[in-house]
């Protein structure tokens, strides 16, 4: 599986545009790149997903680059709420390999 | 919404009790994962199924065993607790959707202390 490096912190003001880069230079023709977002004392929870180009939801975006060696999530006006721990994670979500690795993540701290 | 639910948010054991952590998802996915969370080491996986009465392991199994009997249920077992399993316990399920990219759902935790 492809191992994932983003930043082990970051800090942000209320209102302002957050964005976390995820370097994955070994991703796979078959992988998707998948975010999901943890806060404290609960388990992770699915984000955003994207294969290439650029997806948009309701939360975030995901810009993809033509290469996918590596991907940022764009998080709109962010608020307190928005604090949290941000994975990054590439893998194919096949059945015999389904298992994700979490690496250390990225803690964001939002400020008032 | 997928629901996954898990036993005990929190639980305290002594050294060498036998412990079950149950969880259950409500969405017919065909996988299940079992992960811990420490501080400084994310999370690491233990055990997963996909399948029921079908297992494997990740990449800590030691001093866990696991059961799927039915396939909305995955539990996790410690023979005989010790200290260092003390831990934050998360379990997750996905669908077998034969589509790449396939998402987990997780659970939300169990504390678990082994005094």
């Known amino acids: 599986l492809a191992k994932t490096t983003q930043p082990i912190s970051m800090d942000s003001y209320e209102g302002q545009e957050v964005n976390i880069t995820c370097s994955h230079n070994?991703?796979?023709?078959?992988?998707?790149i998948t975010w999901y977002q943890q806060f404290p004392s609960q388990g992770p929870r699915f984000i955003i997903q994207g294969y290439k180009t650029k997806v948009t939801n309701e939360v975030a975006s995901l810009f993809i680059p033509a290469d996918r060696k590596s991907s940022t999530l764009s998080l709109p006006r962010v608020s307190l709420s928005d604090t949290a721990v941000y994975y990054c994670?590439?893998?194919?979500?096949?059945?015999?390999?389904?298992?994700?690795?979490f690496g250390q993540g990225t803690t964001l701290q939002v400020k008032p | 919404d997928v629901k996954v639910t898990q036993s005990s948010r929190y639980l305290v054991k002594r050294t060498g009790e036998k412990v079950f952590l149950e969880c259950v998802q409500d969405?017919?996915?065909?996988?299940m994962f079992w992960y811990r969370q420490d501080p400084g080491l994310g999370l690491r996986l233990i055990y997963f199924s996909y399948d029921v009465k079908m297992k494997e392991k990740g990449d800590i199994p030691e001093g866990y065993s696991v059961s799927r009997e039915k396939k909305e249920r995955f539990s996790l077992i410690l023979e005989s607790a010790s200290t260092n399993q003390t831990s934050m316990y998360l379990c997750?399920?996905?669908?077998?959707?034969?589509?790449?990219?396939?998402?987990?759902?997780f659970g939300p935790g169990t504390r678990l202390t082994v005094l």
């Open positions: 070994n991703i796979a023709t078959n992988d998707y």
């Open positions: 969405m017919d996915h065909e996988n």
């Open positions: 994670l590439v893998g194919d979500g096949s059945s015999n390999t389904g298992k994700l690795i």
């Open positions: 997750a399920s996905s669908s077998l959707a034969g589509g790449p990219g396939d998402t987990q759902y």
